[in-house]
């Protein structure tokens, strides 16, 4: 059985797509749209891994994972950023 697992970000199609992959190895998923959302939920849940995009609007992932080591310092190594960049075409010629 796989561990309990968060992630937070903002892209909804993000967050469905690291779900799916992560539900085939039996990993027990919750998702949070936003930052203020996932610090709730921590609130009331225990999770062994958590997923964090770095950039969402209101608090970035930075300002999150400051927020959660603060609050609750036994996540601290039990965290991860995702970061999705769009690459511009002349990048990817070169």
């Known amino acids: 059985m796989g561990g309990k697992i968060l992630i937070v970000d903002d892209e909804e199609d ?3 797509s690291i779900r799916m992959v992560l539900e085939k190895e039996k990993h027990t998923i919750s ?3 936003n930052g203020k959302t996932a610090l709730n939920m ?17 608090m970035s992932g930075w300002d999150v994972l400051t ?8 996540y601290k190594g ?7 960049v769009e690459i511009s075409d002349e990048r990817k010629k070169n």
């Open 42 to 58: 921590l609130e009331k849940e225990k999770f062994n891994l958590i997923i964090l995009d770095v950039m969402m609007p209101e």
């Open 31 to 33: 998702e949070a749209a």
């Open 14 to 16: 993000i967050r469905t």
């Open 78 to 84: 039990k965290i991860m950023f995702l970061s999705v």
């Open 67 to 74: 927020e959660i080591i603060k609050r609750k310092p036994e």
